[in-house]
């Protein structure tokens, strides 16, 4: 959040800092736990960090009708992009996260296809942790596929996509940064009808909070 650099009486910048020493370790001195060196191996060989099968990374949207599958070198023409992640793909608990909102998505309306296999780990968790290498390899792949497929706009519940995109990815990509039409924010479509009418089931300022829909 900076809040140290920004409050520091003698103008330290105490994060850039921080991150060197990161880098330094990871890349230098491959000092880090054994750990991380297999996630590092991972999101660089199988595209994610638990070394799971590309191939198993839409399994989750099987079932979800209105969902679409788009190989990573076809055109893309859906509006709108949905990108998933690492967790929403692979984790349990998580893939009900990206069922829930693919389904959310499909009662609004919303024209949203996912890339599958094509979708690659942003590499975001590698460069906070000091391995800016495998960050930049991963974040080039996704740039090179987003662009050359034309996507326009992207809705993701990936905490990792957004910064990883505003880093990264040139402004021509960066089309639309709304993760949710407004369209569908205030459609009682999006919100499950027993819900609808509890006031203790969703906070009312959920209901018009992008950020808090998927959770």
Not at 12 to 24: G, T
Not at 112 to 134: F, H, K, M, Q, W
Request: net charge positive; with cysteine; proline share 7%.
């Amino acid at each position: 959040c900076k809040a140290c650099d920004e409050n520091c009486p003698v103008n330290i910048e105490i994060l850039d800092k921080i991150l060197d020493m990161r880098r330094y370790k990871s890349l230098m001195e491959s000092d880090f736990p054994t750990e991380l060196g297999n996630a590092y191996r991972a999101m660089e060989n199988s595209g994610n960090p638990w070394s799971i099968s590309q191939s198993e990374r839409a399994d989750w949207a099987k079932d979800i009708e209105g969902i679409e599958i788009i190989a990573g070198g076809d055109p893309f023409e859906s509006e709108w992009l949905y990108w998933v992640g690492c967790a929403g793909s692979f984790d349990d608990k998580n893939k009900k996260v990206s069922q829930a909102m693919a389904k959310l998505l499909n009662r609004a309306g919303i024209d949203v296809s996912i890339l599958g296999p094509a979708e690659n780990c942003t590499g975001d968790p590698a460069r906070r942790s000091g391995n800016e290498y495998i960050f930049q390899m991963l974040a080039m792949q996704n740039i090179e596929t987003l662009n050359g497929m034309g996507v326009k706009k992207i809705i993701t519940q990936c905490c990792k996509m957004i910064p990883a995109r505003s880093k990264m990815i040139p402004s021509r990509s960066q089309n639309d940064h709304k993760m949710i039409p407004k369209r569908s924010q205030n459609d009682p479509k999006t919100i499950p009808k027993r819900s609808q009418n509890d006031p203790n089931m969703i906070p009312k300022r959920s209901q018009n909070d992008p950020k808090m829909i998927p959770k």
